[in-house]
């Protein structure tokens, strides 16, 4: 059994990992739809491009760590509260559901998010730390 749940927790972190990546790259080469998204979604107008350069930065290296599965107490719990700010935000899109369906495969994300979270010193498969913490 613990076999199996290391494997089902690695595949979700890669899972959500994949997913991060493509949010990271498009700050790196969409950077005016970065813009766009942190003006509608979180009240963020005129962000420049140095800033949004800095925050992909940023997030690269928190994304790199949790797929590495570094610093877990961390690396996942900002993975958690960045993707549950970007689930919370767009809250007016879950009024309208049939016109934003895709916005809803957030609630899997934030899912499988908590999971890793909770059970991050279970997450030990392919992992730079391995070992299960004791805190």
């Given at each position: 059994?613990e076999?199996?749940?290391?494997?089902?927790?690695?595949?979700?972190r890669?899972?959500?990992f994949?997913?991060?990546?493509?949010?990271?790259?498009?700050?790196?080469?969409?950077?005016?739809?970065?813009?766009?998204?942190?003006?509608?979604?979180?009240?963020?107008?005129?962000?420049?491009?140095?800033?949004?350069?800095?925050?992909?930065?940023?997030?690269?290296?928190?994304?790199?760590?949790?797929?590495?599965?570094?610093?877990?107490?961390?690396?996942?719990?900002?993975?958690?509260?960045?993707?549950?700010?970007?689930t919370?935000?767009?809250?007016?899109?879950?009024?309208?559901?049939?016109?934003h369906?895709?916005?809803?495969?957030?609630?899997?994300?934030?899912?499988?998010?908590?999971?890793?979270?909770?059970?991050?010193?279970?997450?030990?498969?392919?992992?730079?730390?391995?070992?299960?913490?004791?805190?």
């Open positions: 059994m076999r199996k749940l290391a494997l089902s927790l690695l595949l979700l890669l899972g959500v994949i997913v991060m990546l493509m949010w990271t790259l498009d700050k790196f080469i969409n950077p005016g739809h970065t813009s766009k998204v942190f003006a509608k979604f979180y009240g963020l107008e005129g962000l420049g491009g140095t800033v949004l350069t800095v925050l992909a930065c940023l997030q690269l290296i928190v994304i790199l760590a949790f797929a590495a599965g570094a610093l877990r107490r961390y690396s996942y719990g900002i993975i958690l509260l960045m993707h549950a700010g970007s919370f935000s767009s809250w007016q899109q879950y009024l309208d559901p049939f016109n369906l895709l916005f809803f495969a957030a609630w899997p994300m934030l899912a499988a998010c908590v999971a890793l979270y909770v059970l991050r010193d279970q997450d030990t498969l392919l992992s730079i730390d391995g070992r299960k913490s004791k805190a």
